[in-house]
């Protein structure tokens, strides 16, 4: 999810707090675990300063590590540790319990998206994401700032949010359903089809739809259960060649292998230099694809530059690929 939610979310759990006695009876006690929530929905997401180094090791590792079995342990933990050096006296174990909640909570909601998590590391390394809960999802994030306001108003804070999550529970179960009916329509058309990647948009009814046959690949948009294709090209395999096995020894390109399992490729030969392209399918936009990884090579097969992320026009990848040559 993005900052802001995570953000209503950790006022979310700070606010359940207070229906534990313990809790509710010690107001710096209370305070803290609101301190405490608030800096655990965000922790997991600390791994973002990875963007000041490169693309490449943000895709790579971000959601990694920071929010895996042994993160959702330690966090709490060390934001707990921390917390009792500037606020000493308060209850340690309801202090870790709900800081330990808030951090939890936000690796869990994560699994939603598109994006998803190495959550289950390191009992397993793949990346889990279930593809029902757009990455800023309106409802989630209004809801929350509702809930704040009706809290204002005068009610009870914990039985509100209470009250929401409630709410939110059946959202969930919705969104579910919505996604496996276009699963189930995808596949009715594609009888064939080896996988389908579905992505959501914040309109609800609006999905990206990516379906891969042993031959062909088509991009579509689903509304409800009513397809409008875009696009189709033929499946094709990384081949074996000169050209792409050194473009594959790029940190960009693996990185953003990594991360995609439904791309596109192509080789091409600019003025005076290769160039290997890859573009990421599920997040067609305006016409455009701007999820993309490119690699440079001269003749020799040398890299010369190279670039993973998100580009919205041929200009401005010119621009970075001439800055990494540099």
């Known amino acids: 999810m993005d900052t802001g939610t995570h953000i209503v979310m950790g006022i979310a759990i700070g606010s359940i707090a207070t229906l534990d006695p313990v809790v509710a009876n010690d107001l710096l006690l209370a305070q803290t675990v609101m301190l405490g929530a608030l800096i655990g929905s965000?922790?997991?997401?600390?791994?973002?300063?990875?963007?000041?180094?490169?693309?490449?090791?943000?895709?790579?590792?971000?959601?990694?590590?920071?929010?895996?079995?042994?993160?959702?342990?330690?966090?709490?933990?060390?934001?707990?540790?921390v917390l009792s050096l500037f606020i000493p006296g308060v209850n340690l174990v309801h202090l870790w319990l709900w800081t330990f909640l808030a951090v939890f909570l936000h690796v869990f909601v994560d699994i939603f998206n598109a994006y998803g998590t190495q959550a289950l590391y390191p009992i397993k390394k793949k990346w889990i994401a279930l593809g029902v809960i757009y990455i800023f999802d309106p409802f989630i994030f209004l809801s929350h700032i509702g809930a704040i306001v009706i809290w204002q108003l005068g009610t009870h804070q914990g039985y509100t949010f209470l009250a929401l999550y409630g709410i939110l529970i059946f959202y969930y179960i919705w969104r579910f359903y919505a996604?496996?009916?276009v699963y189930k329509t995808?596949?009715?058309?594609?009888?064939?089809?080896?996988?389908?990647?579905?992505?959501?948009?914040?309109?609800?009814?609006r999905w990206h739809v990516v379906i891969r046959t042993k031959k062909m690949m088509y991009v579509a948009q689903a509304m409800d259960t009513e397809f409008n294709y875009y696009e189709s090209y033929p499946f094709e395999p990384i081949p074996n060649n000169p050209i792409i096995n050194a473009a594959l020894k790029d940190d960009n390109l693996s990185a953003f292998l990594s991360f995609s399992p439904s791309y596109r490729w192509e080789v091409v030969y600019v003025e005076d230099h290769h160039e290997v392209r890859f573009v990421d399918l599920r997040y067609r936009s305006k016409g455009h694809y701007p999820f993309v990884a490119i690699v440079k090579l001269d003749d020799e097969l040398n890299i010369l530059s190279s670039y993973t992320g998100w580009i919205f026009s041929e200009e401005t990848l010119r621009k970075k690929l001439e800055f990494a040559t540099d």
């Not at 995808?186 to 009814?205: C, E, G, L, N």
């Open 42 to 81: 965000q922790a997991p997401d600390f791994d973002t300063v990875l963007k000041l180094r490169n693309n490449a090791k943000y895709i790579r590792n971000h959601r990694g590590i920071t929010h895996s079995i042994p993160a959702v342990l330690l966090w709490p933990i060390l934001i707990t540790a």
């Open 179 to 181: 996604r496996n009916e």
């Open 186 to 205: 995808a596949k009715q058309k594609h009888p064939d089809a080896t996988h389908v990647f579905i992505s959501p948009s914040y309109k609800w009814r």
